[in-house]
């Protein structure tokens, strides 16, 4: 059982009908999650047979291979290295992996290094474990092997600032972009152009050596070159990007007189570009999606049925302003309720993705928490549904919570305690609010990292 508060859920339902829907929720909270397992995905799609190493399609003979290292970084990374040790065994060398600050507890390799580093705002740490990678890759030959594990968080984990920016400035921008509403995209395509490591650069420090890569992933479409900020995949944003991206969102002004320097530097050809597709270090270059946004859908689909639910997908793309798209499923869910459109009750309506939050107040929250606040307002009324969104990796913006969950009687509740809804949400404080309510999401960082699901009942 992931999600910890699952009874206090329950008991905040105010008829035994809404009880019955956020109990079905809170089961499809810890499947979606169960389905971004690390170890589970890696052994599905990495196997040692003999002297081969198999990866999904892709076949290494290991009587051809010299040293195998292991590195990478993200909120799976633990796991997967673990796990891939296990596989291993003593073909293994060695090797580095950055892992989430405070998630080391309990968590042991035999040869591979695990260093804790920050999360969402890099740290001297993680600066440290990602110019170890590069170390330890830099010396490699054309028959060695690198197998590199990324999921999500990779990209703030594995922070190295390149020449003539400081790690301060670096932290700088990462706080302004993460509080001006762009998309993952639009944050790693600047992330990439910053660094001495992302955007390819990592499969260039490792060539000759062929590089495989296996991702968990958490970026909509699954583009190996955004996960993680793409360090072993070849870029396909440019200078310009990074400097189209500070422009769109009107941080030109306040961002480092550095950062300035060195993305003006890039357009104008002073600096070379991150590597393109046409590299040779790409040439021995191998990449495998072994979870992503997608298991977590079908594991809800599964739970839906179960229950004799009808379910209908709305979105695998799910993005934009958390309270607009919190208030367009209310909408949705309604005309459910209402007219049997676009299915017929009882019903689920699952979407998957991520959203983004603008942050205009000084309250606290997260994305998955503002969509929820959002839909609660178009939900008064309904006594026959419920929704919940949530953060696979159990954490939603700078809080302890995954998310929270909403029904009808939410906005009734919240009058009751004298809590204003529409004043929380232009604050952006749904944390607090879904506090007071008891209707937070609590499951704890979950070790895994495949994106957001968004769940509706409407029975």
């Known amino acids: 059982m992931l999600v910890k508060n699952a009874d206090e859920l329950i008991k905040s339902a105010c008829t035994p009908k809404l009880a019955e829907i956020r109990k079905i929720l809170i089961e499809l909270v810890n499947s979606a999650i ?63 992996v950055n892992i989430p600050r405070g998630t080391l507890s309990g968590k042991t390799a035999h040869k591979i290094k695990f260093i804790e580093a920050g999360h969402p705002v890099p740290t001297e740490s993680g600066v440290k474990g990602t110019r170890q990678m590069l170390d330890l890759v830099g010396g490699l030959g054309p028959r060695d092997l690198v197998i590199c594990l990324i999921s999500g968080g990779g990209s703030a984990l594995m922070p190295l600032p390149a020449e003539g920016i400081e790690l301060g400035e670096l932290q700088e921008v990462t706080q302004l972009l993460l509080k001006s509403g762009a998309t993952i995209q639009e944050f790693n395509a600047v992330r990439k152009h910053l660094s001495a490591f992302k955007g390819g650069q990592l499969a260039r420090a490792a060539f000759p050596a062929r590089i495989v890569t296996l991702i968990i992933s958490d970026v909509i479409g699954d583009r190996v070159d955004t996960i993680a900020s793409g360090p072993s995949c070849c870029d396909l944003t440019t200078y310009q990007d990074a400097f189209s991206v500070l422009e769109k969102y009107e941080l030109m002004g306040k961002i480092p007189t550095s950062v300035m320097v060195r993305l003006r530097s890039g357009v104008e050809g002073v600096i070379p570009e991150t590597p393109g597709s046409g590299e040779e270090c790409f040439r021995k270059a191998y990449y495998k999606i072994i979870a992503s946004n997608t298991n977590a859908l079908e594991m809800a689909v599964e739970v839906g049925r179960a229950h004799n639910l009808n379910v209908h997908v709305l979105m695998t793309a799910m993005q934009g302003e958390a309270r607009q798209v919190g208030d367009d499923l209310a909408r949705v869910m309604r005309e459910v309720s209402e007219t049997g ?119």
Request: hydrophobic letters at 40%; one cysteine or more.
């Open 34 to 96: 169960e389905a971004g397992s690390p170890s589970s995905s890696i052994r599905k799609w990495v196997k040692l047979e003999a002297d081969k190493l198999k990866v999904g399609d892709y076949e290494v003979n290991l009587n051809e291979v010299g040293k195998i290292v292991a590195i990478g970084g993200g909120k799976a990374g633990a796991a997967m290295a673990i796990t891939l040790e296990q596989i291993l065994g003593d073909r293994l060398t060695g090797g580095i």
């Open 341 to 459: 459109r676009p299915i017929s009750i009882p019903s689920l309506l699952l979407s998957g993705g991520e959203t983004t939050v603008t942050v205009r107040g000084k309250g606290r929250g997260g994305r998955n928490q503002e969509l929820v606040l959002s839909a609660a307002l178009g939900l008064a009324g309904l006594t026959n549904a419920a929704i919940v969104s949530f953060g696979t990796d159990g954490i939603d913006g700078p809080t302890d919570s995954a998310g929270a969950i909403a029904d009808g009687c939410t906005l009734s509740r919240a009058k009751e305690l004298g809590l204003d809804i529409s004043s929380y949400l232009d604050s952006n404080d749904s944390y607090h609010f879904f506090k007071e309510l008891g209707d937070l999401v609590m499951t704890g960082p979950s070790g895994t990292n495949i994106m957001d699901v968004v769940a509706a009942i409407v029975f």
